[in-house]
Nanobody
Framework: VQLTESGGGSVQAGGSLRLACEAS????????LAWFRQAPGKEREAVAS???????TYSNFVVGRFTISKDGARNTLSLQMNSLEPEDTAMYVC???????????????????WGQGAQVTVSS
């Protein structure tokens, strides 16, 4: 299984970016998928998740600004990020579970497959 992120970059506060995570060796529609982020000096934190039937969850700090989605035809997971803030600066990583349902609380330990990450930098 390989997960490959793209779409990171630098943007000013208030701007938007869209991240994509292309999967190989795994069908995205059959698994719990998630985006995590990690800023320098901070622990990895869950951003958003989606289970196999499309149910989504979001961390409080991105509700109303970020949208997680998946495209079965392209076998891709995406994260649309709007109204970006400097506090959103981090390495964003996509992850996939072996299971269709997402564990409560979206713990990193529930995910078997991880991408390399895409850097997002938001300047004020």
């Amino acid at each position: 299984v390989q997960l490959t992120e793209s779409g990171g970059g630098s943007v000013q506060a208030g701007g938007s970016l869209r991240l994509a995570c292309e999967a190989s060796g795994l069908i995205v529609t059959g698994h719990c998928l998630a985006w995590f982020r990690q800023a320098p000096g901070k622990e990895r934190e869950a951003v958003a998740s989606m289970n196999s039937d499309g149910h989504t969850t979001y961390s409080n700090f991105v509700v109303g600004r970020f949208t997680i989605s998946k495209d079965g035809a392209r076998n891709t997971l995406s994260l649309q990020m709007n109204s970006l803030e400097p506090e959103d600066t981090a390495m964003y990583v996509c992850a996939a579970s072996r299971f269709p349902g997402c564990a409560s609380g979206i713990p990193p330990s529930a995910f078997a497959y991880w991408g390399q990450g895409a850097q997002v930098t938001v300047s004020s």
